[in-house]
């Protein structure tokens, strides 16, 4: 590839607040990713987080990296830090990683383990908690993209999610990122990506 054709391409890692939409435009007026950066017209989300999600968003104009990334059989690795109402026993971390019945179908297995809390910023609005009903972190690593699959997963088990944190894609991750953070990929980021 070429020198031109290199600077071509745009690649964003953005650490999502809660409360923006994973995309530039928003009828109802709603906070989208225009309101953190100015980004150019040409580029895009690789996925999505929710609205109510945080973390790692990885924006490009390389298609090439979107279709490999988002393909099924690329078995691309998201892990996400979840904040679960209760405490999930053996059992129910079982279930998780064995693959769980959302919506009719199974989800693929998944790599689970509780996690001590990790050092977030306070999320804005904060988590409403109840008293009485213990929490706790996982980190979950799934290789699908279905639409709220990890909020899904955890309410089949009987612990319903109530942070949501993307803290990794394959080999990116929003290490030393605070909330609202933005920068350009690194040249080896890129091509671990790809690999």
């Not at 309101?35 to 968003?57: A, C, H, Q, T, W």
């Not at 129910?92 to 998944?110: M, Q, S």
């Amino acid at each position: 590839m070429n020198g031109f054709a290199e600077k071509s391409f745009h690649y964003w890692i953005v650490n999502k607040p809660f409360g923006v939409l994973s995309q530039f435009t928003d009828k109802d007026g709603r906070r989208t990713l225009n309101s953190i950066y100015n980004f150019p017209k040409d580029v895009y989300p690789v996925g999505r987080l929710d609205m109510d999600s945080e973390g790692l968003l990885l924006i490009t104009n390389d298609k090439t990296l979107t279709n490999i990334l988002l393909n099924p059989k690329s078995q691309t690795e998201k892990e996400y830090f979840v904040q679960v109402e209760g405490i999930p026993d053996a059992n129910a971390l079982d279930k998780l990683r064995k693959g769980v019945i959302i919506e009719g179908r199974k989800t693929l297995p998944a790599k689970v383990k509780q996690i001590e809390e990790p050092e977030f910023e306070p999320r804005t609005p904060p988590i409403r908690v109840r008293k009485n009903i213990p929490v706790c972190w996982l980190s979950i690593i799934i290789t699908e993209g279905r639409n709220r699959q990890v909020r899904k997963m955890t309410a089949a088990v009987g612990f319903p999610t109530l942070r949501l944190v993307r803290v990794r894609i394959k080999n990116l991750t929003i290490a030393n990122m605070k909330t609202g953070d933005l920068r350009e990929l690194s040249k080896t980021e890129i091509e671990g990506l790809k690999e």
